[in-house]
């Protein structure tokens, strides 16, 4: 089994960054893709970024040239830094992991997932 804890969300205003951290523990050497994904109430849970272990990525439109997601292996680590955020951005922001090698952008395809973390951006 796979454990998965995020962190470092907060409240920031339009034009600022964070770095989402995500750390797997447990089962970490069953896992290859891990992902950030965020939900805004009201909506359905949508991909931001995911990235394999040998760093096949895939980023959402919406935040291309903006967000950087990278992971470190030795750490079961995955980070989201998040540059020129916008209001359109506040959403709770979950991480994701599953056995697969794809950069899927269905998360009904990750079998494990975070507690989620919430990211507020004001205008």
């Known amino acids: 089994q796979v454990q998965l804890v995020e962190s470092g969300g907060g409240l920031v205003q339009a034009g600022g960054s964070l770095r989402l951290s995500c750390a797997a523990s447990?089962?970490?050497?069953?896992?290859?893709?891990m992902a950030w994904f965020r939900r805004a109430p009201g909506k359905q849970r949508d991909l931001v970024a995911a990235?394999?272990?040998?760093?096949?990525?895939n980023y959402a439109g919406s935040v291309k040239g903006r967000f950087t997601i990278s992971r470190d292996n030795a750490k079961n680590t995955v980070y989201l830094q998040m540059n020129s955020l916008e209001p359109e951005d506040t959403a709770v922001y979950y991480c994701a992991a599953d056995p697969s090698s794809y950069v899927d952008s269905r998360s009904t395809m990750y079998d494990y997932w975070g507690q989620g973390t919430q990211v507020t951006v004001s205008s």
């Open positions: 447990g089962s970490i050497f069953s896992i290859d893709v």
């Open positions: 990235i394999t272990r040998a760093e096949a990525i």
